[in-house]
């Protein structure tokens, strides 16, 4: 009885982590408002040029490829901003100090590793890093809904531009941040990870009073 148990406890735990890539790769094609965090590579902490980036980002899918827009605030500061195949500026506001722009994703729910680099004059500051751009795709919303976004990010730029020495960077602690939840059929999973448990069980119990008999 407890090898039987400690077998059903590990497929549940296999279906369940299996369950989470599957369920946000599903999305269909069109354009969609999409939560995402930067993180430092290869980990769950975010790095402190997420506050670089305006949330969420515009994805348009098309055939199973993303087109990724989004936006960098204090822009003048990051020289060099390089995805995978490279980025293009879709559009640059010089007055409030930010600029869009566009990368393909062939993989929403992997990490994009991104190379930047700052430069800030006035404190002497220039450094170059990578970090991990981390999509949840879970959170993908209608056009609608990224139509909305883009009409608040428009009245963001203004603070994040009033607001550079602030978000200059610091040797302080970085916050920690886990990442996006992946997927919404987790319950579902669950639920059919316990049904199949309880019939196992059952059935075990019954063959053994069957065999008693």
Known sequence: MKKLMMFVMLVTLFVFNM????????LADG?????YQVNKPESNSASI???????????T???GTATVQITLKNSAWITKFQPPGGATVVS??????????QFTVKDLTKPVVTSMKIDIDDINYHHEYSVSLVFDAASAGSATEAKASETKTTDAPAKASDSKTTNAPTNSSESHVPNPQTSDATPYVLIVALVGSAFLLYRKKLQTKTEGQ
Do not use: E, G, M, W
Not at 49 to 59: G, H, I, S, T, W
Not at 92 to 101: G, P
């Open 49 to 59: 040029a997420n506050d670089y980036f305006l949330k969420p980002a515009k994805v």
């Open 31 to 35: 354009t969609h408002s999409i939560k």
């Open 61 to 63: 899918l098309k055939n």
């Open 92 to 101: 640059d506001d010089k007055a409030a100090d930010t600029r869009t722009v």
């Open 19 to 26: 369950a989470l890539p599957q369920a946000s790769a599903q």
